[in-house]
C-alpha cells in the first residue's frame, strides 16, 4: 500500500496534476517521492521537486541545491544555479567560485557567473568584467545579465559601452544577443535599446526583441509591438508581447476599436489577446463595443466576452443591449440571404455564392454568441455545434432543446437562420415579416458587393468573389468601382481588381 501511494503520487506530480503549493512534506512517502524526483536526470522531474520544497519552504532545500550545483547535469546544475542567484543562497559562493574557475560547461559557467553576482553584488564587478568579452555566448551573457541585475552604478557602467556596441553593430548576432541580454535583466528601466531593435530590419532581431519586451513589459514599446503584429513573419512574437502585457494593453485596444486607426486584422488580433488576459477590465471594455460595425472584429468581441464569462440576465440594461444587437445580426443575416438568393445559379457566381453561404455561417456563429449571453452558455454553444456538424438526430435534439430554451421572440428571429432542414426561400420569406430587404438584379447586387469598402457589409473575400464575377458577366457598369479597388489595402481585392481591369477593359 505504501508503495502504491508513493508510486501514484510521482505519477501525479509528474502529470502536474497536482499544484506543487498543496503537497505536505509531513509524511515520509511524501518527502521520499520528492527525494526520487531530485535524484532523476530529466530536468523536468528535479524542476518539479525543487518546486515542492520550495514551496513547502522545506529545510532541506538549500542541501539539495548545492547537491545539485555540483553533481548534476549541466540542465540540472544550471536550474539549481539559477534557483541559488534567486534565493541568495549564501553558503554557495565557494561552489559557484569554482564552477565559474572550473572548465564546465558553458551554460553552467554562465549561470555561476549571475549567481556570483547575486551573491557577491559589487564586490564581484572587478571579477566578472573580463567575462564580458568571452566568445562563449552563455557566459558572455552570465555576466552581462549579472552585472546589469545586481552590480549597482559600477555594473552598469561596465556593461554600458557594450550595449551601445552591440545594439550599432553590423552583425545580427550582436543585435540578437543584446535583445536576448535585456530580456533576461528584466528591468523595465532598461527598455531603450529595444526602441531600435523592435523595428530592426532583420527578422531574428525583431523576434529576440519582441520576446524580451514580453519580459519587461515597458507601456513605450507597446505600439511597437502592435506594428509588428501586420508582418506574418513576427505576429506570432507579437501576440505572445501582447498576452504578457495584460491587462496594461487595454489603453491602445481601446484607441483600436474607437478610431479604426489599425487595420481589420490587426484590430480582431488585439481583441483576440484581451480574450486570453481576460478578467474585469477587459469586461468592461469590451462590453460597450458589442455593437461594433465590422463583423470581424464584432465576432472576436463576442468569443472575448464568452472568455470572461459575460452574462447579461441579471442586468436589465445589459439585456437589453444584447437583444438589440441580435435584432441586427439577424437582420444582417437576412440581408445575405437576399444578395445569396441574387446571385445564385450559373457557374460565374459560384464563387461568389460560397463567400456569402461563408459569411452566414458567421453570422449564425455570433447569434449564438449573442444567444449565450441571455440563456446557458453551455447549452447554446453546444446545440451551435451539433446543427452544424452533428448527426440528423443530433440536429432534431438540438432544435428541441432549444425550442424549449428560448423565447417566443427568439424563436422567431433566429429559427428561420439555424433549423438546418428550412429551405433558402422559406427562410427570406420568414425573416421578411420582420425586416426589409429587397431583392436586386444580378448586376445591381454586383455593384453593390463591390461598393462596400468598410467591411460593415461583406469581409475582403467576397468582396473579391463580386468583383470576379462582375469581370467574368462582363458588368462593365462595375470599372470604375473596380479601379478604385486597386487603393484597398487587401492584396487579394487588388490583385483581382487588377485582373478585372484587364478582362473588362479588352471586351469590345
Known amino acids: 500500500m505504501y508503495r502504491d501511494y508513493a508510486a501514484n503520487l510521482l505519477k501525479t506530480m509528474r502529470r502536474r496534476a497536482l499544484d506543487p503549493a498543496e503537497l505536505t512534506l509531513d509524511s515520509k512517502a511524501g518527502l521520499a517521492v520528492v527525494e526520487r524526483l531530485l535524484t532523476s536526470r530529466q530536468v523536468r522531474d528535479v524542476r518539479l521537486g525543487l518546486d515542492v520544497l520550495g514551496g513547502a519552504e522545506h529545510p532541506s532545500l538549500s542541501e539539495h541545491l548545492l547537491n545539485l550545483a555540483t553533481n548534476g547535469t549541466a540542465d540540472i546544475q544550471t536550474e539549481a544555479l539559477s534557483r541559488i542567484e534567486t534565493r541568495r543562497l549564501q553558503e554557495a559562493l565557494s561552489i559557484v567560485k569554482s564552477l565559474i574557475a572550473a572548465d564546465a560547461d558553458p551554460a553552467v559557467r554562465g549561470a555561476a557567473i549571475r549567481a556570483y553576482c547575486a551573491l557577491a553584488e559589487v564586490e564581484a564587478v572587478e571579477t566578472s568584467i573580463p567575462y564580458l568579452d568571452s566568445t562563449q555566448l552563455d557566459v558572455r551573457l552570465g555576466a552581462a545579465v549579472g552585472l546589469l541585475r545586481y552590480g549597482s552604478i559600477p555594473g552598469v557602467l561596465a ?175 437576412h440581408c445575405l440571404l437576399v444578395a445569396h438568393k441574387d446571385v445564385e445559379g450559373g457557374e460565374v457566381a459560384e464563387p461568389l455564392g460560397r463567400a456569402l453561404s461563408d459569411e452566414l455561417s458567421q453570422a449564425r456563429r455570433r447569434i449564438f454568441w449573442l444567444l449565450s449571453f441571455m440563456y446557458d452558455s453551455r447549452s447554446l454553444l453546444s446545440a451551435e455545434t451539433q446543427l452544424s456538424h452533428g448527426r440528423n438526430s443530433e440536429q432534431a435534439l438540438a432544435l428541441e432543446m432549444l425550442d424549449v430554451t428560448l423565447s417566443s421572440a427568439h424563436k422567431g428571429l433566429t429559427f428561420p437562420l439555424i433549423d438546418p432542414k428550412m429551405e433558402q426561400v422559406q427562410r427570406v420569406q420568414l425573416l421578411g415579416g420582420h425586416f426589409e430587404a429587397g431583392s436586386l438584379s444580378i448586376e445591381k447586387r454586383l455593384l453593390t458587393l463591390i461598393q462596400n469598402t468598410d467591411g460593415q457589409w461583406v469581409q475582403p473575400w467576397t468582396r473579391a468573389c463580386a468583383i470576379y464575377a462582375a469581370a467574368k458577366s462582363g458588368v462593365n457598369g462595375a470599372l470604375p468601382y473596380i479601379k478604385a479597388a486597386l487603393d484597398d489595402h487587401d492584396p487579394v481585392i487588388q490583385e483581382t481588381a487588377a485582373w478585372a481591369i484587364s478582362v473588362l477593359e479588352q471586351e469590345p
Not at 512574437?237 to 479604426?260: Q, R
Not at 488580433?269 to 472584429?297: F, I, N, T, Y
Open 159 to 333: 556593461v554600458g559601452p557594450r550595449l551601445t556596441a552591440w545594439e550599432h553593430s553590423r552583425e545580427v548576432d550582436d543585435r540578437c544577443f543584446l535583445a536576448h541580454v535585456m530580456g533576461e535583466v528584466d528591468q523595465p528601466y532598461l527598455y531603450q535599446p529595444l526602441l531600435s531593435l523592435l523595428v530592426d530590419p532583420d527578422l531574428p532581431v525583431r523576434r529576440a526583441a519582441l520576446h524580451a519586451t514580453g519580459r519587461i513589459k515597458h507601456p513605450r514599446l507597446l505600439p511597437l509591438v502592435v506594428d509588428n503584429l501586420s508582418d506574418v513573419a513576427t505576429r506570432s512574437a507579437a501576440f505572445e508581447a501582447l498576452v504578457s502585457y495584460g491587462d496594461s494593453m487595454l489603453p491602445v485596444v481601446d484607441k483600436a476599436l474607437s478610431s479604426g486607426a489599425l487595420s481589420v486584422e490587426d484590430t480582431v488580433r488585439l481583441v483576440r489577446a484581451c480574450g486570453q488576459v481576460k478578467g474585469e477590465r477587459v469586461l468592461a471594455l469590451m462590453k460597450p463595443c458589442l455593437s461594433h460595425p465590422v463583423d470581424a472584429v464584432r465576432g472576436q468581441i463576442m468569443a472575448t466576452l464568452h472568455a470572461c464569462r459575460f452574462h447579461a440576465h441579471a442586468d436589465a440594461d445589459e439585456l437589453a443591449m444584447v437583444n438589440d444587437v441580435l435584432c441586427r445580426e439577424v437582420e444582417r443575416a
